[in-house]
């Protein structure tokens, strides 16, 4: 699927990596990658899915979800006590998500690292480059990131490893 022109912020054609002694090495490729504007993605693809039949249950806490039946249907009782029964179900909760750990997906808790991710405005910046830093003094056992998100605006994260 290519991105819709108004999901993307910026077009990404190198990436530089910052070594833990201050060496950057730089890569550019033909081939490009996109900062991409999730908000209107995500949306963009919720009406997609909408004008297809899918339906769409938000702010819905599940307590409960069942072991697919005969007619691989599945019953989904929420808090509050109402069952759904559908044949897909995606759960959007994320990497702790109760229905993933049911499923027996090859997911740990360990897998998990702390990050941290701020935007920063008033910076001019290339838009066209992403930045990764490799350092025990920036990031201990992870890494750090400054994607761009206009010319004026970044993107900026760390991952502190355990």
Known sequence: MEPKESWIRSIVRSATF????GIAITYTDENKGYIINRAIMQ???LES?????ATGLFGHKVKNISKPDTNRKRTLLFTDNTPVS???VIDCSGPLSRFGMNENLA???L???TAYLAHIDGV???TDTVHIYVSEEIAPGGYA???PRNEESLNVGIVIGT
């Open 18 to 21: 910052h070594s833990p002694d």
């Open 43 to 45: 949306q963009d693809l």
């Open 49 to 53: 899915c909408l004008e297809q039949g």
């Open 86 to 88: 559908a044949q897909v």
């Open 107 to 109: 997911w740990r808790p």
């Open 111 to 113: 897998d998990l690292e």
């Open 124 to 126: 001019k910046t290339q």
């Open 145 to 147: 990131w400054a994607f």
